[in-house]
């Protein structure tokens, strides 16, 4: 199969990280008889630096002209005081509106390899975590109208709005479903649902969805508690479908505790069209260029990318292995390591993977 792959590598670690996945994919595509062709094209700061805005025209139309696209991550303080709609994250916002990608899966792995880095109490991580988020991503208060300030009584105001049509949470719902159907068939619904009108929205519409999936059991839980309960009793979650923002920070949490934010993958998958896919964490802009960022979630993204992209489960299995095996050989980078580990490189990670596929 010809696999066409568009790579954002962005800033801060996004270079470093990417040109490791890249190698990987190169690798992987090779053993399975795969021809690559990758375009390589420019996102955030990178772009606001060579041509004055975070999303380029010539980007969006270089990801749709691809089967996938692999993101490495945007942002950094050199950009911090540029007004919010030329900042590096307007890109990253910009691609998943342009291409659609109202589906972002976040899946949370404590690996047992990693159990002594995780935040969570030994006896609580003992009995795992293998939760995966589905976050909505093109909708809720990131892109709502009105949207805006405005002096009211005489004092600066500012505002945004949490709006979703039901076919909108329909379709995240479903997403969640179907793929609660390959786990273990549990869907909890998280809102804010005692206070919210769109939270009610949302409780109605999963209930009714759910009724097409009779296999799968439905609960519903409050953000608040749905925060407290992930750290309580992460084994307790299998998916976790959620809203915009409520996603946005409940998988920061979900990564959080399994201690390994620089290992985990995501997917932002459309309707059709390529899907994006990065890994969780962000630039880094404090370890950039020094060769010690962790290039193995990027890495899982590219296996993110085989299965969810491009539908080749044996070759994303054959990734996911290489990096298991990279480290059960007790290879680790600086965010990672523990006492008696070996402590590596990016590059270097990046060389290990590729030696075991
Ligand atoms: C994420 C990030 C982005 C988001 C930022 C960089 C715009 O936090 O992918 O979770 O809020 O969606
Ligand atoms: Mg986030």
Redesign the pocket.
């Known amino acids: 199969m010809k696999i066409s792959v568009c790579v954002l590598p962005g800033d801060g670690i996004g270079p470093e990280i990417t040109a490791q996945a890249e190698r990987v994919l190169a690798a992987v595509a090779e053993r399975f008889g795969h021809a690559v062709e990758i375009r390589r094209a420019l996102i955030g700061g990178a772009a606001i630096d060579a041509v004055g805005v975070p999303l380029p025209e010539d980007t969006v139309a270089a990801c749709q002209a691809s089967s996938a696209v692999l993101l490495g991550a945007?942002?950094g303080p050199k950009w911090d005081d540029l007004e919010p709609a030329l900042r590096?994250?307007k890109g990253?916002?910009g691609i998943?509106k342009a291409l659609g990608l109202f589906a972002?899966l976040r899946p949370a792995v404590l690996y047992s390899e990693l159990a002594a880095s995780s935040l969570l109490r030994a006896d609580i991580a003992a009995q795992g975590v293998d939760v995966l988020v589905v976050?909505e991503?093109t909708g809720g208060l990131?892109f709502g109208e009105p949207r805006g300030e405005a002096v009211v009584d005489g004092e600066r105001a500012a505002f945004n709005t949490m709006i979703y049509r039901e076919s909108e949470i329909e379709r995240i719902l479903r997403v969640a479903f179907e793929a609660a159907r390959r786990r273990r068939r549990q869907v909890c619904s998280v809102d804010k649902a005692n206070v919210l009108e769109v939270s009610r929205l949302w409780r109605e519409v999963a209930a009714r969805v759910s009724q097409d999936y009779p296999d799968v059991e439905l609960t519903h839980m409050y953000v608040d508690n749905a925060a407290m309960q992930l750290v309580r009793a992460p084994h307790a979650f299998d998916v976790v479908v959620t809203e915009?923002?409520f996603g946005?920070i409940l998988?920061?949490e979900a990564a959080a505790i399994t201690g390994s934010l620089g290992m985990l993958p995501?997917a932002s998958l459309g309707a059709s069209g390529p899907g994006l896919f990065?890994p969780?964490h962000?630039s880094a802009p404090d370890i950039a260029g020094q060769d010690v960022a962790n290039p193995l979630a990027t890495i899982l993204s590219v296996a993110m990318l085989l299965r969810h992209g491009l539908g080749l489960e044996a070759e994303a299995q054959a990734v996911e292995q290489a990096v298991r095996t990279v480290l059960g050989r007790g290879l680790r980078t600086r965010d990672i390591a523990t006492h008696g580990a070996t402590v590596v490189g990016c590059a270097q990670m990046g060389e290990a993977v590729l030696a075991a596929l």
């Open positions: 945007v942002g590096p994250e990253l916002l998943r972002n976050r991503l990131y915009n923002l946005d998988s920061d995501s990065e969780i962000g």
